[in-house]
């Protein structure tokens, strides 16, 4: 595991900031991720992909750099990367609309209402470790809803109804979706599975837990700040993150382990691994601790909204260590994990039960609580 030092950000960087919103400050500790072009990647640079593989070996998390980026060949595969940060800027917009509704409506399209994880969670519906509520409201929705894979459509407001949300939000999950299946071909070559193995436990049209999430937060009063967003690991495979304000904060695996801010960059989004993909390789690849944290300095006063893209392994894929890997089978042979590890449980049904975790009173949270593992989001 790599020793990576949160470090003070420096200010002679080239301008990756925000208009419009007040900086993030110089003298709080952020990590320094590796930064990935997605445009050297597409051309094959192998220093871009030697940078990809170490940043998913070493701590789970990466900046990827999208200006510029342009290329693959199948149509709702292909990579853009200009149109997709249009595309999340036009998000951010609706994700603001969204949460502008009443309570009341949104309410009526509770998660734990429906019994599902997609649509509404409201602030302080999740209790973290530390027994704290949240201090979010977040909107989940479905891919297999918006590319229709689904055959009965979920229940949805007025402004997720209309053909050019659901069009936007449709561009948005293929733009992200297109990203993972890159990072996923890579990790795959690196590995040395069978050709499109991790691809195709992720594929596009199978139905899965792969969803879009809006998280909101309203700035803390400085006399009582917290956690917005418990520490936690994403259960799922790959996460595509779109960061505005600052707030976001690892634990990288230093000594001792320090919680670092993870700067937003414009042109930028954030990757990280989550839990799934550690079950398929042994542990070769890593996902790591994360939280949000009240936004720091000037931007203390502001609303935090951010955006993700969740991608997770078809509902049917049983997560389990994966074969035809020699890098996978000698980290097995090392930590002797056991090969039957996870056997017979499926996606579905472990995003339902890690889903829940934090839910008051749901099957999930008893389920979590005599689970030692971190508390999931
Ligand atoms: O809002 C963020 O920056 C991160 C959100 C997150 O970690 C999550 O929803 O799992
Ligand atoms: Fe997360």
């Not at 991790?198 to 400085?222: A, N």
Request: glycine residues 12%; hydrophobic residues 35%; aromatic residues 8%.
């Amino acid at each position: 595991m790599g020793s990576i030092t949160p470090t003070t950000t420096s200010s002679s960087e080239e301008d990756l900031t925000f208009p419009n919103l007040p900086p993030f400050p110089t003298d709080v500790p952020t990590v320094p991720l590796l930064r990935i072009s997605l445009k050297n990647l597409l051309a094959g640079d192998p220093a871009e992909e030697e940078k990809l593989w170490r940043a998913c070996c070493d701590l789970g998390f990466f900046y990827f750099d999208l200006r510029g980026g342009k290329g693959g060949d199948e149509d709702d595969e292909s990579v853009d990367g200009d149109a997709l940060l249009s595309v999340a800027d036009r998000m951010f917009g609706l994700g603001e609309e969204v949460f502008a509704l009443d309570g009341e409506v949104k309410e009526g399209f509770s998660m734990m209402g429906q019994n599902s994880y997609f649509g509404y969670k409201g602030y302080g519906a999740f209790v973290d470790r530390g027994g704290n509520k949240d201090r979010n409201e977040f909107w989940n929705i479905s891919k297999d809803d918006i590319l229709g894979i689904r055959k009965e459509p979920l229940p949805n407001p007025e402004v997720l109804m209309r053909g050019e949300s659901r069009g936007l939000v449709k561009r948005y999950m293929l733009g992200s979706h297109a990203l993972v299946s890159l990072i996923l071909g890579v990790l795959n070559r690196r590995l040395g599975l069978p050709e499109g193995t991790l691809p195709s436990l992720h594929d596009l049209h199978t139905i899965s837990g792969d969803q879009v999430r809006w998280v909101r937060s309203p700035p803390q009063p400085p006399s009582d700040r917290r956690s917005a967003l418990g520490e936690h690991t994403d259960y799922g495979s790959v996460t595509i993150l779109f960061n505005r304000l600052g707030g976001l904060q690892v634990l990288p695996p230093s000594d001792p382990p320090t919680w670092a801010y993870v700067k937003p960059l414009r042109g930028h989004c954030i990757v990280n691994l989550g839990d799934a993909m550690v079950k398929f390789t042994a542990g070769v690849l890593r996902s790591n601790i994360h939280r949000v944290a009240n936004p720091p300095g000037a931007q203390a006063g502001e609303t935090r909204l951010s955006l993700v893209y969740f991608n997770r392994p078809g509902d049917e894929v049983i997560l389990k260590v994966l074969e035809g890997s020699e890098v996978i089978e000698e980290r097995r042979r090392e930590s002797g994990i056991d090969g039957e590890e996870g056997e017979g449980v499926t996606a579905k049904a472990w995003i339902l039960n890690r889903a829940f975790g934090r839910a008051k009173g749901t099957e999930g949270d008893r389920l979590e609580k005599r689970d030692s593992g971190v508390a999931a989001s």
